[in-house]
């Protein structure tokens, strides 16, 4: 398998000093290839999980394996793409892309991986371009070429669009399938919108909350692009819904009675 999650369990301390479960027996198989989304309501553990994945957050317990090694710590094979671009405001889109790969290739071989990723997230014509002159969705789409451009094995997107209004939002759908098409590249990607993953997916996992858990895997076996696949992913949408409500009612009442005791 190329990616493993095997029985991930997570606790924090919680306000009051006490060991508190964010995520417990997570099992997850990846394959290569395979476009993986992660949905669930707020609380779930799901931006803790990609962390635990990339190596940025430690798990309490369990075992991580990617392409058949064990993963401790951040590792160039995952590329992670974050809600917020994070471009450096002072180096041109070029030279962002190019950042990550300045002690690994020469000026000439890192700016021709720059130009080639950057003509495939359709922003060739501004390379010179400072961030502060592109729009949100184009600076997140230098975001996704940066990560693409360190040709990570896996590519790791928490909430990548989740600021963007729907029509940047419903591009930048168009945008990365056709990457994924092209690169093959494994994703992994947590996002709240059922929306966005039944349009992305190959798979969807559902989470459960308090404490984080998988619910439900649903597999999508729908030909892209799926905009002629409307009406059959209803019944998709209407499952997922039915899925998420109980655990949704759960964080309400949670913060009713947080709100109570304050």
Not at 48 to 70: C, D, F, H, N, Y
Not at 90 to 117: D, G, H, I
Not at 252 to 261: G, L, S
């Given at each position: 398998?190329?990616?493993?999650?095997?029985?991930?369990?997570?606790?924090?301390?919680?306000?009051?000093?006490?060991?508190?479960?964010?995520?417990?027996?997570?099992?997850?198989?990846?394959?290569?290839?395979?476009?993986?989304?992660?949905?669930?309501?707020?609380?779930?553990?799901?931006?803790?999980?990609?962390?635990?994945?990339?190596?940025?957050?430690?798990?309490?317990?369990?075992?991580?394996?990617?392409?058949?090694?064990?993963l401790?710590?951040?590792?160039?094979?995952?590329?992670?793409?974050?809600?917020?671009?994070?471009?450096?405001?002072?180096?041109?889109v070029?030279?962002?892309?190019?950042?990550?790969?300045?002690?690994?290739?020469?000026?000439?071989?890192?700016?021709?991986r720059?130009?080639?990723?950057?003509?495939?997230?359709?922003?060739?014509?501004?390379?010179?371009?400072?961030?502060?002159?592109l729009?949100?969705?184009?600076?997140?789409?230098?975001?996704?070429?940066?990560?693409?451009?360190?040709?990570?094995?896996?590519?790791?997107?928490?909430?990548?669009?989740?600021?963007?209004?729907?029509?940047?939002?419903?591009?930048?759908?168009e945008?990365?399938?056709?990457?994924?098409?092209?690169?093959?590249?494994?994703?992994?990607?947590?996002?709240h919108?059922?929306?966005?993953?039944?349009?992305?997916?190959?798979?969807?996992?559902?989470?459960?909350?308090?404490?984080?858990?998988?619910?439900?895997?649903?597999?999508?076996?729908?030909?892209?692009?799926?905009?002629?696949?409307?009406?059959?992913?209803?019944?998709?949408?209407?499952?997922?819904?039915?899925?998420?409500?109980?655990?949704?009612?759960?964080?309400?009442e949670?913060?009713?009675?947080?709100?109570?005791?304050?």
């Amino acid at each position: 398998m190329f990616l493993s999650i095997n029985n991930v369990n997570k606790q924090f301390k919680n306000r009051d000093n006490k060991e508190e479960t964010v995520l417990t027996n997570i099992d997850l198989q990846v394959k290569e290839g395979e476009f993986v989304s992660i949905l669930g309501p707020s609380g779930c553990g799901k931006s803790t999980l990609l962390s635990i994945v990339a190596g940025l957050t430690p798990q309490t317990s369990g075992e991580l394996v990617l392409q058949g090694k064990t993963l401790k710590g951040p590792g160039k094979e995952r590329g992670m793409v974050f809600q917020q671009a994070a471009l450096f405001p002072w180096l041109t889109v070029e030279e962002n892309v190019m950042f990550p790969l300045r002690k690994e290739l020469s000026k000439k071989e890192a700016q021709e991986r720059a130009s080639k990723y950057l003509s495939l997230v359709q922003l060739s014509p501004y390379a010179k371009h400072s961030p502060h002159e592109l729009s949100g969705g184009m600076q997140q789409r230098v975001s996704i070429a940066r990560a693409l451009a360190m040709d990570p094995a896996l590519l790791l997107m928490d909430e990548p669009f989740g600021a963007l209004d729907e029509q940047t939002r419903s591009r930048l759908h168009e945008v990365l399938e056709d990457v994924f098409l092209e690169t093959k590249k494994t994703i992994l990607f947590v996002t709240h919108s059922i929306h966005e993953a039944l349009k992305l997916s190959d798979r969807i996992v559902v989470m459960g909350t308090q404490p984080g858990r998988i619910v439900d895997i649903i597999e999508l076996n729908f030909p892209r692009p799926r905009e002629k696949a409307g009406e059959e992913l209803l019944g998709y949408e209407e499952r997922i819904k039915a899925l998420l409500k109980t655990e949704i009612d759960k964080v309400i009442e949670k913060e009713q009675q947080y709100a109570t005791r304050r």
